[in-house]
């Protein structure tokens, strides 16, 4: 048995062992590799995916569970280990912005200086782009006014307003929600694919990973409104809400280059280069 955090000697947390971990990257391990199989056409790995997909939700459900008992219940989260943890929200974070500066890299890379063997114009010939003032922008309008009624929640908990921070929470929810749908619309009615050049494989590499983002936010969201109605945050202790928070606020500024990039700049017709 752990001593509790008041007969310590230090304000950190050592944590005791665990399975879990060991267990979810097995099972990461087991999707990416039936992911793969089932992409080369072999049989029966499709449902190894499924089955894998939905063993790492199931344990990451349970480590969550443990870490909620020891932060919430056990006061094993310390002011100290809190700062920790919101350190180790900036590195992810981090590590995000840098995959994300990678996948525009690639775009500017193909865009500014196009390659003789598209035309040396970007879009290349043949590619219709869609038009940043339809879908897009409509998109961009309810993406932030989801980040604004997130960060309404978010004020509202350190006012130790829970009624109104149950309904900022869910209008994010709708709005991400909502988001998803008519990126999924876009995409069923796109004049392009993603295998239309290197136009189709940058749009849907950035965009596609993008909506991943906007899905995994959604799911924390609503995680957050769970522990929000079951009254696991306090105005002085709500280190999950405020990692949600940053979350949601990555997709956003994320988007926002999309939209101007991709979408905006990308999306017109550039003067032929020199040959």
């Known amino acids: 048995m752990s001593k509790h955090p008041l007969e310590n000697k ?18 990461v391990f087991f999707m990416v590799m039936s992911a793969v199989s089932y992409m080369h056409g072999y049989q029966g790995f499709g449902i190894w995916f499924v089955q894998s997909l939905f063993i790492v939700f199931f344990l990451v459900l349970i ?20 700062r920790i943890v919101k350190f180790a929200v900036l590195l992810f974070f981090a590590s995000e912005v840098m995959f994300f500066s990678a996948v525009f890299a690639a775009f500017f890379n ?24 339809g879908l897009a922008f409509l ?26 921070v149950i309904a900022g929470l869910s209008v994010g929810i709708v709005l991400g929600c909502l988001f998803s749908v ?20 940058t749009f849907y590499l950035a965009t596609g990973f993008h909506g991943l983002h906007v899905c995994a936010g959604v799911l ?28 949601w606020h990555l997709v956003d500024v994320v988007w926002l280059f999309l ?14 280069t020199e040959l």
């Open 182 to 201: 008519l990126q999924t619309y876009e995409y069923l009615f796109s004049p392009f694919t993603i295998s239309d050049g290197i136009y189709g494989a």
């Open 110 to 133: 193909c865009s500014i200086i196009p390659s003789v063997t598209i035309g040396g114009i970007w879009p290349p010939k043949g590619v219709e782009p869609f038009s940043p003032w």
């Open 139 to 164: 998109n961009t309008l309810i993406l932030l006014a989801s980040g604004a009624s997130v960060t309404w929640a978010h004020h509202a908990l350190k006012a130790g307003l829970k009624n109104e």
């Open 63 to 82: 480590w969550c569970r443990d870490i909620i008992r020891e932060a919430t219940f056990e006061g094993k989260h310390t002011l100290e280990v809190q």
């Open 10 to 27: 230090h304000p950190f947390h050592l944590v005791e062992n665990s399975p879990w971990p060991f267990g979810i990257a097995l099972s």
């Open 259 to 272: 939209f101007v990039s991709i979408y905006w700049w990308g999306g017109e017709y550039k003067v032929p």
């Open 220 to 247: 924390l969201l609503n995680a957050v409104l769970a522990h929000t109605i079951e009254g696991h945050y306090t105005a002085k202790h709500h280190v999950g809400f405020e990692a949600a928070l940053w979350y």
